[in-house]
């Protein structure tokens, strides 16, 4: 087949069109005079461009993003121009840059003549939507775009045509300014900070969104950057906590303690208007609330209760017992479960066990720490995945009703279906374990998204009146990742959403109507089982309430600290050092 990827009438009215490999030349009748061939198998075509000077180039993205120049008259390519492969898309140049690209945040322009690129504006720091339908730079420097979007209202889409313009920041109001750092972009926080910085007439949110260091060979460019502004004193009012060491940072007392402001916040209401489970795992062991966090979702393990009994929390010794009682043959999880993954499900889901927040004291040379690698070497070192996920073998519930697989995992989010769908086809003999040699219950409370304040932020209360909007039930119920919300009244709707029957009208049923199932749940993966699942009961409601109240370790990921643990247990696994001395050699690094 052929496929036109893009067509382009050059200024000299050569025809020309593109499929991935080629780009062919047709003059004015039609007829086909001449053909380029990419030669270079890394990069696709992805389009024709405009350069500032009228000439047409062609777009090829791959390993690298590449302009090449067209000659349209003698059909040759010619210069080249490199740019990063975090552009989103390319726009025409005019009277200052050769073309702009997207970054998703930031309009870059290219200059040709030194190679060059600069940052001309930061969409979400010009009030303005990423979302475009075009971008028109003009030659006297302003840009028009026509913007689409919804923002966080989750309301009706709308357009904008917007003009950009240069103006003197001395001449727009007097507002104070908070800086916001993030090491990656967070489009549901960008967009609450349009609607904040468009509705505030007293403060101003400015993204500083480090990812924007990344490069294809360093993709922690901006973290290491962003750890470096802080440790030098350069550090943002607030900060976006993902993939950050937040606990180290407030050890280092740079971090505001929030509990302060969230029960000043009549307005919420408190700390009494969140879940208490969800606050507590958001805290301190002292009672501190160093990151405010939006939803959650429970990491868990379960089996059969008539096999594992029905208490939450099992030891690395218990499962083996457990495991030792199966048929010849039966595993523990999963079958594309291996060594490292499940260690690193460990360290993730156990740190918070291993290292004292306070204190920083660690303890990676403890027993625990040991046991948790010698438990992991009972996994396989890989996996076998072509074709994974179409055998029966590789369905959970299958296995564990033929009594060849002990645990799996689930993961509760807002529709609950992975406890619903094990609940209904195990009759209800379903009991969490959570991850064997796991801390408390062996469950983990992984939360999305989050920010936090610096003790030395400008305006505290200004800045919370930008992080508490995440606290308000319009926000809560957008429900943006589809976890669980963290305030209460919103939570218990949920639940009491998923426990109300629903019903259509029929006349031949009892009281003239009948109850229809929320969803439908699919087993197996061979001639796949139908299940319908109604209303929640109370018994469901009960077990995923003491799930969640029972669930006392948060999903903890420190970059730095994550990175030398792996580094240093590749040689275990390997079988080339001991559990002990891979314990001290990482206890002596951090």
């Known amino acids: 087949y052929f496929y036109v990827t893009d067509m382009k009438v050059a200024a000299n009215g050569k025809i020309l069109l593109a499929d991935e490999s080629n780009i062919y030349f047709f003059e004015s009748d039609l007829l086909l005079s001449a053909q380029l061939h990419n030669d270079d198998e890394n990069r696709y075509f992805s389009g024709f461009k405009t350069m500032s000077d009228g000439s047409t180039a062609a777009l090829y993205q791959g390993q690298t993003n590449t302009i090449v120049v067209i000659d349209t008259e003698k059909a040759k390519f010619g210069k080249e121009y490199a740019f990063p492969t975090s552009s989103w898309e390319t726009f025409p140049g005019n009277s200052e840059y050769d073309f702009f690209y997207n970054t998703g945040t930031v309009l870059m322009g290219y200059k040709a003549a030194t190679n060059s690129s600069e940052a001309v504006l930061s969409w979400v720091n010009s009030d303005v939507d ?119 940072l407030a050890k280092k007392g740079l971090i505001e303690d929030l509990m302060p402001l969230l029960e000043a916040d009549t307005k919420i209401g408190g700390s009494a208007a969140l879940l208490p489970a969800a606050l507590s795992a958001m805290q301190s062991h002292d009672g501190k609330l160093y990151s405010l966090r939006f939803s959650f979702s429970i990491w868990t393990a379960y089996g059969i209760s008539d096999i594992v009994g029905e208490k939450s929390g099992m030891s690395f010794e218990e499962a083996k017992a457990l495991l030792a009682q199966l048929p010849k043959g039966a595993r523990l999880f999963d079958r594309a479960m291996t060594k490292t993954e499940y260690f690193r499900m460990l360290c993730n889901i156990g740190l918070s066990g291993l290292v004292n927040l306070q204190t920083g004291e660690c303890r990676f040379d403890s027993p625990e720490f040991m046991k948790m690698l010698e438990f992991s070497s009972f996994f396989p070192e890989s996996v076998d995945r072509g074709g994974y996920g179409f055998s029966k073998e590789d369905d959970p519930l299958i296995m564990l009703t033929e009594k060849k697989q002990l645990l799996t995992m689930a993961y509760i989010s807002s529709d609950f279906y992975d406890f619903r769908r094990a609940y209904e086809f195990l009759d209800g003999k379903l009991s969490f374990t959570g991850f064997p040699g796991g801390v408390g219950n062996g469950s983990a409370m992984y939360f999305n998204s989050g920010l936090a304040i610096t003790t030395t932020c400008r305006d505290k209360a200004g800045a919370w009146n930008f992080i508490g909007r995440f606290l308000s039930p319009k926000l809560q119920e957008r429900n943006q990742y589809g976890d669980l919300p963290v305030l209460r009244s919103v939570f218990d709707a949920l639940m009491k959403e998923q426990m109300t029957p629903e019903y259509r009208e029929d006349p031949n049923a ?33 077990i995923i309430m003491e799930l969640i109240n029972g669930t006392t370790s948060t999903h903890m990921f420190d970059q730095q600290l994550t990175a030398i643990i792996m580094e240093e247990v590749g040689a275990y696994f390997a079988g080339t050092r001991s559990a002990e001395d891979t314990a001290k050699m990482i206890q002596n690094r951090v």
């Open 130 to 248: 990423n979302n475009f339908s075009f971008v028109l730079p003009m030659d006297d420097g302003r840009i028009i775009c026509c913007s689409s979007g919804c923002g966080s209202t989750g309301e009706e889409e709308d357009f904008s045509l917007i003009v950009l313009k240069r103006v003197l920041k001395s001449s727009l109001p007097e507002r104070t300014i908070l800086s916001y750092a993030t090491v990656v972009t967070d489009y549901s926080i960008n967009a609450e900070i349009l609607n904040f910085n468009r509705e505030s007439t007293s403060h101003r949110i400015e993204v500083l969104d480090y990812s924007e260091f990344n490069t294809q060979n360093d993709r922690n460019a901006g973290y290491t950057r962003l750890m470096t502004d802080i440790t030098s004193g350069k550090i943002p009012d607030i900060l976006n906590i993902n993939f950050l060491p937040i606990e180290t």
């Open 510 to 542: 009892e009281g003239g109507k009948v109850e229809v199932p929320k969803t439908i749940a699919s087993i197996g993966r061979q001639n796949p089982v139908q299940i319908p699942l109604y209303a929640m009961s109370q018994a469901e409601y009960d």
